[in-house]
T-cell receptor
Framework: DTGVSQDPRHKITKRGQNVTFRCDPI?????LYWYRQTLGQGPEFLTY????????KSRLLSDRFSAERPKGSFSTLEIQRTEQGDSAMYLC????????????FGPGTRLTVL | SQQGEEDPQALSIQEGENATMNCSYK?????LQWYRQNSGRGLVHLIL?????REKHSGRLRVTLDTSKKSSSLLITASRAADTASYFC???????????FGQGTRLTINP
């Protein structure tokens, strides 16, 4: 069990550019979640996958955001036309139906939009 | 939107003392979980307590849950400098997989 991994760990981009983040969940976990955390706040839910199906999306996930989990393993989160307000830590978590409801988090990707 | 409040927002104690953090939430829950986050890092899962449980222990951690008051507390006994971190409670509702987090308590353990 190598834990949840995220790549990159840090991303600095200019306003208007597109960025893509990757999350690799714990290998046997079929559920995958994306959260966003701004400074001094708790994480906020963005979206959730069970296997390859995206089952829930937050209203925070504007049309500039898209997430995929094509084969039910790793997931990508893309932000198009980034804005300064997108600067945050993007956290990925995974869980297993058989393992109960505990969500295990990755180290996060810190995005800075200049 | 945040589910509820954590209290206090910041807590500073001496090493060896006990630290108590409280969490209140607004809606019915399935589970309540506590996480620790060191500055700028990911979240580490500490303990999960189900809505039909009242108390749970894990090492130096003790969590209580009072569903009638919609509140939980996390007690860390015999604190250590390494316990310095932010602590978050998170809830999930029946049939909902997403976690809803509070704003966290920043705990500082002074040597």
């Amino acid at each position: 069990d190598t834990g949840v991994s995220q790549d990159p760990r840090h991303k600095i981009t200019k306003r208007g550019q597109n960025v893509t983040f990757r999350c690799d969940p714990i290998s046997e976990h079929n559920r995958l979640y994306w959260y966003r955390q701004t400074l001094g706040q708790g994480p906020e839910f963005l979206t959730y996958f069970q296997n390859e199906a995206q089952l829930e999306k937050s209203r925070l996930l504007s049309d500039r955001f898209s997430a995929e989990r094509p084969k039910g393993s790793f997931s990508t989160l893309e932000i198009q036309r980034t804005e300064q307000g997108d600067s945050a830590m993007y956290l990925c978590a995974s869980s297993s139906e058989r393992g109960g409801d505990t969500q295990y988090f990755g180290p996060g990707t810190r995005l800075t939009v200049l | 939107s945040q589910q509820g409040e954590e209290d206090p927002q910041a807590l500073s104690i001496q090493e060896g003392e006990n630290a108590t953090m409280n969490c209140s939430y607004k809606t019915s829950i399935n589970n309540l979980q506590w996480y620790r986050q060191n500055s700028g890092r990911g979240l580490v899962h500490l303990i999960l307590i189900r809505s039909n449980e009242r108390e749970k222990h894990s090492g130096r951690l003790r969590v209580t849950l009072d569903t009638s008051k919609k509140s939980s507390s996390l007690l860390i006994t015999a604190s250590r400098a390494a316990d310095t971190a932010s602590y978050f409670c998170a809830t999930d509702g029946w049939g909902a997989q997403k976690l809803v987090f509070g704003q966290g308590t920043r705990l500082t353990i002074n040597p």
